[in-house]
């Protein structure tokens, strides 16, 4: 009798492809990273996340999405925002949390009959010079990256040469259109937003405002116009006003990674 037992447990094992087969899988699928890019935490500043949920059921589906942060050194926070899923739909969500010097972020969907979905996400890492591109396509992340070492202040005066970080605004895979923080305080741990200036107009009302009080903040943002017409957007204008292009001395050479019609060109 014991051996016909263990046979048929080392069958369902079998037909069990991760062993967990008689647990059904959660309704909603919830994935959570940065919003910039993984292992771009900055300590001390707002830590901006992705939060993705897909329905993965045939139903509508509704509830509340908590997101806790377990910092190492701080006391925890909470967040709670109502969601509405429509059947196999999927919705982002862009959040800024605050964890000190690191800590973890629990996430979970729940709704009127339990819990829909969960996942647990790591802050960590320890930038201390995030530089973040908004452009489609992110080519000049390359370059970025052979900045090499900049002299960094930490938050207790100590200063040191880092090797900055390098993050990208992601794109909408259904509009195209940047995900940029809706919120100022997500943009705090960056030391330098460059952009290309007809992304900055594609931003909605909501992000526009948000890197507006990064920039009153005391942020820097570094503006790539591909021709003078891209200096004509209202966004772009209401930032730096009326700009107009003047010619430069041609140099030897242009400098490495800058287009030679654009090298001996400025905007005043």
Do not use: C, K
């Not at 926070?77 to 800024?96: F, T």
């Not at 010079?129 to 489609?136: F, M, S």
């Amino acid at each position: 009798m014991r051996r016909t037992l263990l046979g048929a447990a080392l069958l369902l094992a079998l037909a069990s492809p991760s062993g967990r087969a008689q647990t059904p899988r959660d309704p909603v699928e919830i994935d959570v990273g940065g919003l910039f890019g993984d292992e771009l935490f900055v300590q001390g500043a707002h830590h901006p996340l992705l939060i993705t949920l897909r329905n993965r059921t045939a139903q509508p589906l509704r509830g509340a999405l908590n997101v806790s942060v377990r910092s190492w050194r701080e006391g925890g926070q909470r967040h709670r925002l109502p969601i509405d899923l429509p059947a196999r739909a999927e919705r982002r969500v862009r959040l800024p949390v605050h964890a000190g010097d690191g800590g973890e972020v629990r996430v979970s969907l729940v709704g009127a009959g339990g819990t829909l979905g969960r996942t647990t996400y790591g802050l960590y890492g320890g930038s201390t010079e995030l530089i973040v591109l908004l452009a489609d396509p992110p080519r000049l992340r390359g370059p970025l990256l052979d900045l090499g070492e900049v002299e960094s202040t930490d938050r207790w005066g100590s200063i040191r040469r880092v090797q900055p970080s390098v993050g990208v605004v992601p794109m909408d895979p259904t509009t195209g259109d940047p995900l940029a923080p809706r919120a100022g305080q997500a943009w705090d741990g960056v030391r330098l937003v460059v952009a290309q200036a007809p992304l900055l107009e594609r931003l909605g009302e909501v992000e526009r405002r948000a890197l507006e009080d990064y920039l009153v903040a005391g942020g820097r943002l570094l503006v790539f116009p591909r021709s003078e017409a891209d200096l004509e957007g209202p966004f772009v204008r209401s930032l730096f006003g009326a700009l107009r292009a003047e010619t430069l001395p041609r140099r030897v050479g242009p400098p490495m990674y800058v287009p030679a019609a654009v090298a001996d060109r400025r905007y005043v």
